[in-house]
């Protein structure tokens, strides 16, 4: 079983873009925890809009969200990514679609590991982990 999985519902494959599996086992393993098995899936907004409703009760798009059934020992997760919303923010954000695909993936490993994002500082810890894991994605 490989630790780190894409997969793409509904949406062209992006694997040309996508960063190395070894990063987000790198960046794991620099926030001192053990993957399982993380499953990243690529999928539209649509997709993801009824995953929202679903799972969250929320009627809005967003561009991931992430379902964490890990253990006290390992990370395991399904992280879902909107490609529609990814590539409206990185036009909005005015970065590459690489780069911001690359965010929101590390965001959800984030998750995953526990970090949170519903208050201004946890968004701001939030904010300067992605910044760190991003800043050592091509070293």
């Known amino acids: 079983m490989k630790k780190v999985n894409y997969y793409f519902e509904g949406v062209p494959e992006i694997n040309q873009i996508l960063p190395k599996k070894s990063w987000i086992l790198n960046c794991v393993k620099k926030e001192h925890k053990s993957i399982l098995k993380i499953d990243f899936i690529f999928c539209s907004d649509n997709y993801l809009k009824k995953l929202n409703e679903k799972h969250l009760e929320h009627n809005t798009l ?43 993936m590390i965001h959800g490993v984030l998750h995953l590991i526990g970090y949170k994002d519903k208050s201004n500082e946890q968004k701001k810890i939030m904010r300067k982990k992605e910044n760190k894991h991003l800043d050592q994605k091509n070293i």
């Open 62 to 104: 967003t561009d991931v969200i992430t379902l964490d059934y890990s253990t006290n020992e390992y990370l395991l997760g399904d992280v879902f990514i909107s490609i529609d919303r990814v590539k409206e923010n990185a036009q909005t954000y005015e970065t590459t679609l690489e780069n911001e695909v690359s965010r929101v």
